[in-house]
């Protein structure tokens, strides 16, 4: 029977194909322009329905902010690894990693952006020798504490300015723990191999290294992010809002709660201080919690670092972090606020 | 993902940028004005990354001038196999090698330039939290033109802070779209903010009575009194209207902020 013997050769022909992609890459535009707008006219009563456009609309919007910052962090991370030399790093970073790792939290600071940029940083921090410790500690605390998103924290708690405060010193204590905790726990093999950050070569163009390393970085995160933004707007569109009431009574429970609201929302760091502002039933504690967690642990950065360090080193480390974070505030937020 | 579909990529990617922020007004659906300017850089960021990689394809070809890959398929071939052999092609190789989710980011910039959703309106207004408005202690006497064009949030402000009642027995005129409130004889007059992006939403209503609920998102103009229900300038005060006139106008530009009406009523 013919038609027996004509699937495996036509599998033979896909490989083939698969192999020399690029003869049928006009195609595969042409496919990628065609087929999406045929699959949304044919769903396309479907996705019209107020909920699905709801979906679309917080998905692109998720999306849409976080790509400049994203750019930004992704340029940064190609400028470190074309540019800066491993031994500026080993030259400002103590050399005890167990010393590196407060340092490296307090350099936090200097990157203003949101959540996304401080990924790809991260990772070519590692790339350039800096002890995973002390680049973890950095990527928990530069989202949090960097001075653009203390002062939206500051405008939009005008009456206790105390919750920029509360909320530098629990990010801060989180970022080092966390730190602390990997040099202690952690395991090399968590992590994915870094071989992309190498660094400059001599005898290469320091900027074609930094463009194809951003590009690179750029395209790798970029999806990742949809991911997450596509988990995030599904909680956003799915959970009601009105669920909050019933959680806002009990004092521990309003922190967990607000705490697992903050991984679902996926809010963006300097959007959440506005938010958390606006969750009027809670106490401060659980508000603390929800703008500690939410620059260190939520359904987009768990996609953005299952992306970059892998799976196993992901889920780990998020569920390590929200557990301290969520710790951290409620003791910080006992005493100060 | 091969390097032409990442130029095609970044440069579909960046033209959405660009189209919804430089060419339309579309970006604000989803994010604040202020995100603008960053977007625009963004989008011409991509498109430049585009270039530089398309032109610096076309400058590797080793040993053959520009007009070969003109030829396509098997010079591509040809460089690829050389990529992976020439150890200074050691990055270009290693960046040809995209991850597939990648794919993904074509979902977005696909969506902005040919199929953006609309901004959210009152599905989201029905199920999102109510704002919280300001607390204010002092309030400034009311002008006395009527109606009294004001914002959502200063009617409701007035309504549940304002102890001096100023605005008892005023006609306001406020704008905002309809969220429809399913079997009953009110609808609620509402507005959706964000903070950052629409991800952040937050709604303030006002409750209309007295004029049958239009379509669901229609955007109108309303006059009308405060609808009494609890002690006026406590928090038991309802922020509701007993609606008097109503009249269908454009949505805004910028929708997600809590505006006064446009001076176009007569």
Redesign the interface.
């Given at each position: 029977m013919q038609t027996t013997v004509e699937p495996p050769r036509a599998a033979a022909e896909a490989e083939v194909t698969a192999a020399g992609w690029p003869r049928y890459w006009p195609l595969l535009l042409l496919g990628a322009a065609v087929v999406p707008g045929l699959l949304l006219f044919s769903v396309g009563r479907w996705m019209d329905s107020p909920a699905v456009q709801a979906w679309r609309t917080v998905c692109l919007a998720i999306t849409t902010q976080a790509l400049p910052f994203l750019l930004l962090g992704t340029a940064l991370s190609g400028a470190i690894n074309a540019f800066v030399p491993a031994r500026v790093f080993t030259k400002v970073l103590p050399k005890r990693a167990a010393f590196a790792v407060p340092v490296a939290g307090m350099a936090g600071v200097v990157l203003p952006g949101c959540e996304c940029a401080s990924v790809p940083v991260a990772n070519s921090l590692i790339g350039r020798g800096v002890t995973p410790a002390a680049a973890f500690a950095f990527l928990l605390s530069a989202p949090a504490i960097n001075p653009v998103v203390l002062t939206a924290t500051a405008v939009a708690f005008p009456a206790s300015p105390v919750m920029v405060l509360a909320r530098l010193l629990a990010s801060l204590a989180t970022a080092v723990v966390m730190g602390w905790l990997w040099l202690w726990l952690g395991r090399e093999e968590w992590l994915r191999p870094v071989a992309r950050h190498t660094g400059h070569r001599p005898g290469h163009s320091r900027f074609t290294e930094f463009r194809t390393g951003f590009q690179h970085d750029f395209l790798h995160a970029g999806g990742f992010l949809v991911v997450g933004a596509m988990a995030a707007a599904t909680f956003n569109v799915a959970v009601p809002r009105s669920v909050l009431d019933t959680f806002a009574g009990s004092p521990w429970l309003s922190v967990l709660f607000l705490a697992a609201l903050a991984i679902i929302l996926a809010v963006c760091s300097e959007a959440d201080a506005f938010v958390a502002s606006s969750l009027t039933g809670f106490s401060p504690t659980a508000r603390l919690a929800f703008m500690v967690v939410g620059p260190m642990v939520d359904l987009k950065l768990i996609a953005l670092q299952a992306g970059t360090f892998g799976r196993a080193f992901a889920v780990r480390f998020s569920a390590a972090t929200t557990v301290v974070a969520v710790l951290s505030s409620a003791l910080i937020g006992a005493v100060l606020l | 993902?091969?390097r032409?579909?990442?130029v095609?990529?970044?440069v579909l990617?960046g033209l959405g940028?660009l189209h919804?922020s430089l060419f339309t007004d579309l970006?604000l659906?989803?994010?604040k004005p202020s995100?603008r300017p960053?977007?625009v850089?963004?989008g011409f960021?991509?498109i430049l990354?585009g270039i530089?990689?398309a032109w610096?394809r076309s400058r590797q070809t080793p040993g053959v001038d520009d007009h070969h890959t003109g030829q396509?398929?098997i010079g591509?071939?040809h460089i690829?196999q050389h990529h992976t052999e020439l150890p200074?092609e050691h990055?270009?190789h290693?960046?040809s090698k995209?991850?597939?989710?990648?794919?993904?980011?074509?979902?977005?910039a696909?969506?902005?330039l040919?199929?953006?959703?609309?901004?959210?309106?009152?599905?989201?207004a029905s199920?999102?939290?109510t704002?919280?408005v300001p607390v204010q202690d002092a309030f400034d006497p009311l002008p006395a033109t009527s109606p009294l064009p004001i914002t959502l949030t200063d009617f409701t402000t007035r309504v549940q802070q304002d102890r001096k009642r100023a605005i008892k027995g005023r006609t306001v005129q406020l704008t905002g779209f309809v969220t429809p409130d399913k079997g009953s004889t009110y609808w609620d007059l509402t507005r959706i903010m964000i903070?950052?992006?629409?991800?952040?939403a937050?709604s303030i209503k006002v409750r209309v009575y007295g004029i049958p609920a239009l379509a669901?998102n229609t955007w109108v103009t309303i006059t009308g009194t405060w609808h009494a229900s609890g002690t006026l300038g406590t928090s038991s005060a309802r922020a509701a209207l007993n609606g008097v006139t109503v009249e269908k106008v454009a949505k805004p530009v910028n929708a997600y902020q809590d505006a006064l009406p446009f001076a176009t009523s007569r």
């Open positions: - | 993902m091969r032409p579909l990442q095609t990529l970044l990617s940028l919804a970006c659906r989803y994010v995100m960053m977007l850089v963004s960021l991509l990354l530089a990689e610096s396509g398929h591509e071939n690829d200074e990055t270009g290693n960046h995209v991850p597939r989710v990648a794919w993904l980011l074509f979902l977005p696909l969506s902005l040919f199929y953006a959703p609309p901004a959210l309106g009152a599905y989201t199920r999102a939290a704002k919280a903070s950052c992006c629409a991800a952040d937050q669901a």
